[in-house]
């Protein structure tokens, strides 16, 4: 391996992505396996996560697949234990589990507004600090990556909720950051903007997505494979002095005139 790349390298390693069935969440996973981590898939329901992690077996990587929900302490905890039993301790650990629920502020239900903040910002917070208990325990050290949303920094209608749960993890970021420090953990987030997964594409041919693209300086959204490089770097030890710090990759949007 070239020396320079050395640093990047997590062969080996133990990667948690929660929310792994599809969009994000899959792609994360796949890309950690290829980069040769031994990868866990994690969702509410096991058989979501079946597909995915068959398809990186076949293609030559390490994968498991668990039932986690992420609102529940002892659900991520059984989890864990299972993880722990099979590949050993997660040090690396990508928190993208989410939902939306796009509802006017007037419109929003208790209900409504309690499931999208606790999936996208309890779940977070409880799967960090299950996970960084058990990195402090081992030794280890690892690198926790949150995935917010370029939503923690700009507006958009219909999504009080989900921003006000997206600004939250960029802060719990930054204080966790703090103090998991001084145990080699380090956390980081990545604030995407809009990419053509399968939830948006067929969203995006309408003339609505073609009046927000038009938006984004550079004209466009991004593909998945364009958010490889900042995960890879966020996982590994390529950033070793970095932590509290967000990545925005959205090509340009949060710059957009008002």
């Given at each position: 391996?070239?020396?320079?790349?050395?640093?990047?390298?997590?062969?080996?390693?133990?990667?948690?992505?929660?929310?792994?069935?599809?969009?994000?969440?899959?792609?994360?996973?796949?890309?950690?396996?290829?980069?040769?981590?031994?990868?866990?898939?994690?969702?509410?329901?096991?058989?979501v996560v079946e597909d995915a992690r068959d398809e990186i077996v076949a293609a030559g990587g390490t994968a498991m697949a668990v039932a986690m929900d992420v609102t529940d302490s002892a659900s991520i905890a059984a989890a864990l234990d299972n993880v722990?039993?099979?590949f050993g301790v997660v040090t690396i650990v990508i928190n993208n589990a989410g939902i939306?629920?796009?509802k006017l502020l007037l419109d929003l239900s208790d209900e409504d507004w309690?499931?999208?903040?606790?999936?996208?910002?309890?779940?977070?917070?409880?799967?960090?600090?299950?996970?960084a208990r058990r990195m402090v325990a081992a030794q280890s050290g690892g690198s926790i990556v949150n995935i917010a949303s370029i939503l923690a920094i700009r507006s958009q209608h219909m999504l009080t909720n989900y921003a006000a749960a997206k600004a939250g993890v960029t802060q719990f970021t930054k204080t966790a950051a703090l103090e998991l420090a001084v145990h080699n953990i380090r956390v980081n987030a990545i604030c995407p903007g809009y990419f053509a997964t399968e939830m948006i594409r067929e969203w995006l041919k309408t003339d609505a997505a073609q009046t927000l693209v038009e938006r984004?300086?550079?004209?466009?959204?991004g593909e998945l494979d364009e958010m490889n490089g900042t995960l890879l770097l966020l996982a590994s030890d390529a950033s070793s002095h970095m932590t509290g710090a967000e990545i925005v990759i959205d090509g340009g949007h949060v710059l957009a005139d008002l």
């Amino acid at each position: 391996m070239n020396e320079l790349l050395a640093s990047f390298d997590i062969s080996g390693r133990v990667a948690l992505v929660t929310g792994a069935s599809s969009g994000f969440g899959r792609h994360f996973a796949e890309v950690l396996a290829r980069a040769g981590a031994k990868v866990v898939l994690a969702s509410r329901r096991l058989e979501v996560v079946e597909d995915a992690r068959d398809e990186i077996v076949a293609a030559g990587g390490t994968a498991m697949a668990v039932a986690m929900d992420v609102t529940d302490s002892a659900s991520i905890a059984a989890a864990l234990d299972n993880v722990e039993a099979r590949f050993g301790v997660v040090t690396i650990v990508i928190n993208n589990a989410g939902i939306t629920i796009p509802k006017l502020l007037l419109d929003l239900s208790d209900e409504d507004w309690n499931a999208v903040v606790d999936t996208n910002l309890n779940g977070v917070a409880f799967v960090t600090r299950e996970c960084a208990r058990r990195m402090v325990a081992a030794q280890s050290g690892g690198s926790i990556v949150n995935i917010a949303s370029i939503l923690a920094i700009r507006s958009q209608h219909m999504l009080t909720n989900y921003a006000a749960a997206k600004a939250g993890v960029t802060q719990f970021t930054k204080t966790a950051a703090l103090e998991l420090a001084v145990h080699n953990i380090r956390v980081n987030a990545i604030c995407p903007g809009y990419f053509a997964t399968e939830m948006i594409r067929e969203w995006l041919k309408t003339d609505a997505a073609q009046t927000l693209v038009e938006r984004i300086p550079q004209r466009r959204v991004g593909e998945l494979d364009e958010m490889n490089g900042t995960l890879l770097l966020l996982a590994s030890d390529a950033s070793s002095h970095m932590t509290g710090a967000e990545i925005v990759i959205d090509g340009g949007h949060v710059l957009a005139d008002l």
